[in-house]
């Protein structure tokens, strides 16, 4: 258990719809990263927040956005669903974002659209 | 920009033999981290070893151990005595700065079955 927790563990959605994934960090971690995992593949770098503030963006359109909260607790939304974000949404935090960090991963959130 | 090949798709073994991950990395940057984690059906991916590219030293915990060799950009994972319960994905990764903040850079992974 690494104290990363994610809601919800499934979601059903239609294309075009709009979702919200909420993590939850480990205590007295202060980063949050996101990464999207679609089936048979590694994990792939959404974006990073580090204290309220984007850190940092993977190759993923404007329709993924975050925000992260003093808590560091953390959302994901992506707008106009597409086929194609049917993936395992799996959310890691971390004591900073230095290189030598080490992330740890939550159970992840299993998305499909229709 | 950063890559990292894991050649083995998938791998069966029979319960107790040895089994070798291999994972090779590239990268410009000359201080950097790899990792390993385990994911397992239920998803989550757990933290297995992180090591810095300065340090060659082969580490053993318990029945794991991995093999770092900077001359060939590879950071190998080997297994010993398999059991069922190391049926699972393994991915290597490697974790650099870049735009201000750190992240991960995955390989595809490889699928262990460790059968009885």
């Known amino acids: 258990e690494t104290g990363v927790t994610q809601s919800p563990t499934h979601l059903i959605k239609t294309r075009g719809q709009q979702v919200t994934l909420r993590c939850s960090s480990q205590s007295g971690h202060n980063t949050v990263s996101w990464y999207q995992q679609a089936l048979g593949q590694g994990p792939q770098f959404i974006f990073q927040?580090?204290?309220?503030?984007?850190?940092g963006r993977g190759n993923f359109p404007p329709r993924f956005s975050g925000l992260q909260f003093p808590n560091y607790s953390s959302e994901l939304n992506v707008n106009a669903l597409e086929l194609d974000d049917s993936a395992l949404y799996l959310c890691?935090?971390?004591?900073?974002?230095?290189?030598?960090?080490?992330?740890?991963f939550g159970p992840g959130t299993r998305l499909l659209v229709l | 920009a950063q890559k990292v090949t894991q050649a083995q798709t998938e791998i069966s073994v029979v319960e107790k033999e040895d089994v070798t991950l291999d994972c090779v990395y590239e990268t410009r940057d000359t201080t950097y981290y790899l990792f390993w984690y385990k994911q397992p059906p239920s998803g989550e991916l757990v933290f297995l070893i992180r090591?810095?590219?300065?340090?060659?030293q082969n580490e053993i915990s318990g029945r794991y151990s991995w093999n770092f060799q900077k001359s060939t950009s590879s950071f190998n994972f080997t297994i010993t005595a398999s059991q069922v319960v190391d049926s699972a994905v393994y991915f290597c990764?490697?974790?650099?700065?870049?735009?201000?903040?750190?992240?991960?850079?995955f390989g595809t992974g490889t699928q262990l079955k460790v059968e009885l």
């Open positions: 090591r810095n590219s300065f340090d060659e």
């Open positions: 927040y580090y204290r309220e503030e984007e850190n």
């Open positions: 990764a490697l974790q650099i700065l870049t735009g201000g903040g750190n992240k991960l850079t």
């Open positions: 890691a935090s971390s004591l900073g974002t230095d290189r030598q960090e080490t992330q740890y």
